[in-house]
C-alpha cells in the first residue's frame, strides 16, 4: 500500500473499509488492463510470428499494413457468435469453468513485483503463492472437460490434469533452485539480489541456474498448454479437447486465461533468473533516477524498471510462440516421458549443483 493511501486511512479512520476496496478496486483494475491489453498484442503477434515462421505476411487488411486491428476484429467476432450448450452438458459448471481458470491465472498477479515497492500485496513468500494459486487453473479445465458431456472434452481435461499435475514437480524444483540461491521466497528481494549488469542475473551467475532456466522455460510451456505439449487440445486427435464445446465468449475466456498465464510464468522468470526489473544495464542508476534524487526520479526510475520487466515477459511470450511454430506436437506418452525421463532428473542434478556451488562459495570445502 502507498504512502498515500496510508494517509487517507489515518485520516478518515471510519471510512477504511471504503478506501481499502477503492485502493483494491484501482490496483487490480491496472492489472486487468494490462493483462488484456497483453493478450491482445498477444493474438496479433500470434499471427505474424507463426506467418514469418512459415515465410508468409499475415494480417495486413484489418488495421493497415501490419494488421494492428486483427486483435479487436477478433474479439469483436467472438462477442457476435452464438454461445451453444450442448444438451447433456451439466449447466452451471459448463457456465462456471472458464471464469475459474481465468480467475486462476489473474490472481497471482497481486503478488507479482513490477518494480521495488509495486506490487499490489507484497508478501514475504509471494513464490510459493504464486506458484499454489496458479495451479487451480487446472480445475477450471477438468470441469469444463467433465461438464461438456463429450467423450472429446472430457480426454483433453484427463490429458490436461495429467500433464499439469506431472510438470508442476520440476516447475516447483526449478523455483526451490532459486530460493536456495537467493536465500529469500520474496520476490522485490529475489530481484534486489540481481541489481546491476547483466552479469549478476541469476541465470549467469552459475552454469547451473543457466541449465535450471531451460528447464523452467520447457516445464512454463507445458503447463500452459503450449505446442509442442498441447496434447489436452491437440486439433489432429481431440477435436479441441477440453474447448471443443465451448464458444464464443465462453471460448475466448478459455483463450485468455492461457496467454494470462503464459505472461504470468515469463514475469516470474524474468524476476528468478533475468534480473526482474533490473538490468542489462542499470538505467536507473546511470541516470541517476533513484531516491537519492527525490521522489519524481525515483517514480521514473520505477516506471522504466517495470517496462524493463514486462518486455522480459513478453520475450518469454515470444520464446514459447516460436516452440509452438516449429516443433511438431509430441505424442501424450512423448510428453510425460519428456517430465519423467529428463526433466525431473535434470532439475534435481540442477539442485545438487547449485547446493554444492553455493557451499562452495561460502567457504565450506
Not at 489515518?10 to 488484456?36: C, E, F, R, S
Not at 514437480?169 to 539480489?193: F, H, N, S, W
Not at 525515483?298 to 515477459?313: D, Q, R
Not at 517430465?339 to 532428473?345: E, G, Q
Request: proline share 5%.
Amino acid at each position: 500500500m502507498t504512502q498515500y493511501s496510508i494517509h487517507l486511512l489515518d485520516a478518515y479512520p471510519a471510512w477504511h473499509w471504503l478506501v481499502y476496496l477503492t485502493i483494491g478496486l484501482v490496483q487490480a483494475g491496472l492489472l486487468l488492463a494490462l493483462v488484456m491489453l497483453s493478450v491482445a498484442v498477444y493474438n496479433w503477434m500470434e499471427r505474424k510470428v507463426s506467418a514469418r515462421i512459415q515465410d508468409r505476411l499475415g494480417p495486413t487488411r484489418t488495421g493497415g499494413r501490419f494488421g494492428w486491428l486483427q486483435s479487436p476484429a477478433d474479439g469483436l467476432k467472438l462477442l457476435c457468435k452464438e454461445d451453444l450448450m450442448p444438451a447433456g452438458a451439466d449447466r452451471m459448471l459448463f457456465r462456471l469453468a472458464p471464469y475459474i481458470s481465468f480467475c486462476a491465472a489473474f490472481t497471482p498477479y497481486l503478488a507479482l513485483p513490477f518494480a521495488p515497492g509495486w506490487v499490489v500485496e507484497p508478501l514475504e513468500t509471494a513464490v510459493f503463492f504464486i506458484l499454489a494459486v496458479a495451479g487451480l487453473e487446472i480445475f477450471g479445465v477438468i470441469l469444463g472437460g467433465y461438464a461438456s458431456s463429450s467423450k472429446w472434452s472430457l480426454y483433453g481435461a484427463m490429458r490436461e490434469a495429467a500433464q499439469v499435475v506431472s510438470y508442476e514437480i520440476p516447475l516447483g524444483l526449478c523455483v526451490v533452485i532459486v530460493v536456495l540461491a537467493a536465500g529469500t521466497m520474496d520476490l522485490e528481494q529475489i530481484a534486489a539480489a540481481q541489481q546491476g549488469w547483466f552479469w549478476n542475473w541469476h541465470m549467469l551467475s552459475n552454469p547451473f541456474l543457466f541449465g535450471t532456466f531451460w528447464i523452467y522455460m520447457t516445464c512454463a510451456t507445458a503447463g500452459t498448454n503450449r505446442a509442442p505439449f498441447d496434447l489436452p487440445e491437440a486439433e489432429s486427435e481431440l477435436v479441441a479437447g477440453f474447448m471443443t464445446e465451448y464458444s464464443g465468449f465462453r471460448w475466448s475466456i478459455f483463450f485468455m486465461a492461457e496467454y494470462t498465464a503464459m505472461l504470468l510464468l515469463s514475469l516470474l522468470a524474468a524476476i528468478l533468473f533475468a534480473g526482474g526489473w533490473n538490468g542489462p544495464i542499470p538505467v536507473a542508476g546511470l541516470l541517476g533516477l533513484t531516491s537519492e534524487h527525490g521522489p519524481v526520479a525515483e517514480w521514473i526510475g520505477h516506471c522504466l524498471g517495470a517496462c524493463n520487466l514486462i518486455c522480459k515477459g513478453y520475450l518469454g511470450v515470444t520464446f514459447m510462440m516460436w516452440l509452438r511454430w516449429t516443433l511438431p506436437r509430441l505424442r501424450i506418452d512423448q510428453v510425460m516421458a519428456t517430465c519423467l525421463k529428463y526433466c525431473v532428473p535434470l532439475a534435481c542434478a540442477m539442485l545438487a549443483g547449485t547446493m554444492a556451488w553455493t557451499f562452495a562459495l561460502r567457504g565450506g570445502f
